[in-house]
């Protein structure tokens, strides 16, 4: 099947946000046109981020400045997957977190207790955190080394895209741990298959019908590939054609941008 027979094919696109969609709070010119002509065609999406240094409702004011009206429904981060690995594999458990209020209120929001006291903690938490200090490193380093304690990340992103450039990600953060203590996280947001799992779950859509649509290899067009879902890289984020051509993971599709699916769809 060509690209456009597939991109007709589909019933559910799974969209990586920045990069993808928008860069910053930038939005690209397709997007909104996109997003309609999906819902018009009787189709599905949802906004499927790595980024947890938001919660839900971050991200719903976020695209409503940007133009696009959405809902908690809409939404499928690594925060929500992370609590739903949590609440499967160490219910109950109090949460040191390594992020930002918005990951503790929705971790929170799943049942679990956050603590500030590194003593009192029964799993470490690993996000994108946009508020981070040299103290949260400290209690970290020093859980790590002194207990044998969960440690789980949200996500292995080294960088989070920006108008300017990159910052770093959860990934940096956690490499920076790993050179103190040796130890590596349980990863759960993109690569892994679980958000896309959980979206077609929820929505009753089979893998053959979804689509995975990110800027990134390593963990977009990886997370599709793990999932058994089509796999389409967009080149206006953060891969080349340079890094492309140099990686061993290959998409299924490449496109300059997600507007060809709106050119294919209209």
């Not at 949460?95 to 929705?106: A, F, M, P």
């Not at 920006?162 to 993109?190: H, Q, W």
């Not at 290899?217 to 080149?235: K, S």
Request: net charge negative.
């Amino acid at each position: 099947m060509d690209k456009r027979e597939t991109i007709r094919s589909m019933k559910l696109f799974l969209f990586d946000m920045d990069g993808t969609l928008y860069l910053g709070d930038r939005l690209f010119p397709f997007t909104i046109p996109l997003l309609r002509r999906i819902r018009e065609t009787g189709g599905r999406y949802l906004f499927m981020t790595n980024n947890s240094s938001k919660g839900v409702e971050d991200y719903i004011r976020k695209l409503k400045k940007l133009g696009i009206l959405s809902t908690r429904e809409d939404f499928i981060t690594s925060a929500q997957a992370t609590a739903y690995y949590l609440q499967q594999h160490h219910p109950g458990k109090r949460l040191y977190v390594c992020g930002t209020v918005s990951l503790k209120r929705e971790l929170e929001r799943a049942g679990f207790g956050v603590t500030e006291d590194p003593d009192r903690a029964e799993c470490i938490v690993m996000g994108f955190d946009t508020e981070l200090t040299f103290q949260k490193l400290w209690d970290v380093s020093r859980l790590l080394s002194s207990r044998d304690i969960p440690y789980i990340a949200t996500n292995p992103d080294y960088v989070c895209p920006t108008e300017f450039g990159s910052v770093p990600d959860c990934g940096s953060v956690c490499d920076m741990i790993y050179n103190a203590t040796k130890k590596r996280p349980l990863v759960i947001g993109k690569p892994e298959a679980l958000m896309p799992k959980l979206a077609m779950e929820r929505l009753g859509i089979d893998p053959a019908e979804t689509c995975c649509i990110g800027d990134r290899i390593y963990t977009d067009i990886r997370c599709g590939l793990n999932a058994g879902i089509t796999a389409m890289l967009v080149l206006n984020g953060e891969t080349t054609r340079e890094i492309l051509d140099a990686s061993d993971i290959k998409p299924h599709f490449v496109q300059e941008d997600a507007g060809e699916i709106l050119e294919v769809l209209l």
